[in-house]
């Protein structure tokens, strides 16, 4: 199998695999319970919430474990918003994860003014447009940092200076992000930050919420005192034991994962574009996380191919897992200035910690030759 959907999820580290099993075969307590064996998860969870505050260079306090990264962004958006119910604007770009994107057509839904940044063709948002449309009346700024789709990093810093003027708090998706490339949230300045444990080698739900100290947000759900009374419920214990684990292990290896991971996107994009007429690379050529590689295929259905490709047992995607299923035309290509016919068209390719060398060379090989027979067959 040569998988290169990383961006999708990620297969479990090992090491998370025997953290997570050695978890529940030797604790079992709730930690909220306050005799030894609920001490003890407590005391594990704190680890884990360590070494995510650490790997981002929080405070341990300022980290809210939750479900997801879709849990995490709907905690910041509705939190924050709830906070400061006179301000009914909000401002995010038209790039952003279904988890954002859906959250902000629910809110015009109950009467809030949403602003769209647009985006040029790399994917990079139109600052200009923010320092035109935040206003006193602008609740909160969300802005992904970097696209699951085509990888383009958000100029971050930027916004965070431009909302902070006005005094308008700031939260970015880096569900993509973090592992990828270095994040701290001191230097990018945000307020709010999502994070997802199954895009880092960590198990499924398990997500983190950062909560810049002196941020006041309001609880979604209701009904316990969990995660400092703002995600009540018993939590994943194993989940979150998982999630310290992975970012363990991530904080051990980035520069090695990193480089090694750059070096094969690297030499996969390069024979693309060697072996492969007329396709067209879609994001920003160097501000973009160097595992995604995003291509149009003119003329051919990005699903024939990819289901060509699932029968030689390589996997790709032709957009976020989140909307993959929906039949939509990728909202994200849109932005940029595809047409529809065009991002029909197009295939992600995502790389990650558990690909090799011969992984690439097969894929090169397969895409070329279905590309080849597709191309064949259309016009004969």
């Not at 981002?56 to 905690?75: H, V």
């Not at 301000?87 to 057509?105: D, M, N, W």
């Not at 009346?137 to 930027?158: D, F, H, R, W």
Request: net charge negative.
């Amino acid at each position: 199998m040569v998988y290169l959907d990383n961006n999708a999820t990620t297969p479990l580290d090992p090491r998370v695999v025997e953290k997570i099993a050695w978890f529940i075969r030797e604790h079992f307590g709730n930690p909220s319970s306050l005799y030894p064996p609920g001490r003890e998860v407590k005391s594990l969870m704190t680890e884990a919430r360590e070494q995510i505050a650490e790997a981002l260079g929080a405070r341990r306090p300022e980290i809210i474990f939750t479900s997801s990264g879709t849990e995490a962004d709907n905690l910041a958006i509705f939190g924050l918003l709830e906070t400061w119910p006179e301000k009914r604007e909000f401002i995010t770009s038209s790039l952003e994860h279904p988890a954002v994107l859906q959250t902000a057509r629910y809110l015009e839904g109950r009467g809030y003014t949403v602003h769209y940044l647009p985006c040029d063709q790399t994917g990079i948002i139109d600052l200009d447009c923010l320092k035109s449309v935040i206003s006193p009346q602008t609740a909160l700024v969300s802005v992904m940092l970097a696209n699951n789709e085509i990888g383009t990093i958000q100029p971050i810093e930027e916004v965070t200076k431009v909302a902070h003027r006005y005094g308008v708090p700031v939260h970015t998706d880096a569900v993509q992000a973090f592992g990828k490339i270095e994040v701290k949230v001191e230097s990018l300045g945000v307020d709010l930050l999502s994070l997802s444990a199954h895009k880092i080698y960590g198990p499924k739900g398990a997500g983190a919420l950062y909560i810049r100290k002196g941020i006041d947000l309001k609880p979604v759900l209701h009904g316990g005192h969990q995660e400092f009374g703002l995600r009540p419920g018993t939590e994943n214990t194993a989940g979150i034991i998982g999630f310290g684990e992975a970012v363990k292990i991530l904080r051990e290896r980035w520069r090695q994962d990193k480089d090694r991971i750059e070096k094969l996107s690297e030499r996969l994009k390069a024979g693309f574009e060697k072996k492969i007429r007329g396709i067209k690379f879609n994001g920003h050529p160097e501000k973009r996380v160097k595992n995604t590689l995003n291509y149009t295929f003119p003329g051919l259905a990005a699903e024939a191919i990819l289901l060509a490709l699932a029968t030689k047992e390589i996997y790709v995607s032709s957009g976020s897992a989140c909307s993959e299923g929906s039949g939509e035309i990728s909202h994200v290509l849109l932005a940029i200035g595809l047409s529809p016919e065009e991002a029909s068209s197009a295939l992600r390719f995502s790389l990650g910690r558990f690909n090799t060398d011969e992984d690439i060379d097969r894929a090169l090989t397969e895409v070329h030759e279905i590309v080849n027979e597709l191309r064949k067959n259309s016009a004969e």
